[in-house]
């Protein structure tokens, strides 16, 4: 904290948001893979995201995940969705013998 008593690095605010995963998105409405727990799943629709959001990106959520994450803030995350997608291409590679 600083002198005023905020936080003053990000490393502390990233400890209060929850990793998700954009699942599908289908009729203006997102699913959502929220966390590590694989039954936390949640409806949000669209037009509450990120502007940019597609099938595939990694957000963060800060607030509450109650109440259909109704009070929750959507940030999308592009570091942690390029890295899961560098992730899928060398497992599809791999799985195709290939090892550029």
Excluded: C, N, W
């Amino acid at each position: 904290m600083d002198e005023e008593g905020t936080r003053s690095d990000s490393s502390s605010a990233d400890a209060a948001t929850t990793p998700a995963t954009v699942d599908a998105i289908e009729d203006g409405v997102a699913r959502l893979l929220v966390g590590l727990d694989p039954a936390a799943v949640y409806e949000v629709e669209v037009d509450r995201l990120p502007e940019g959001v597609e099938e595939g990106s990694a957000l963060r959520i800060e607030g509450a995940l109650t109440d259909g994450l109704r009070k929750a803030h959507f940030t999308l995350d592009p570091a942690a969705t390029e890295a899961r997608r560098e992730r899928v291409r060398t497992k599809l590679d791999q799985l195709r013998g290939r090892s550029d």
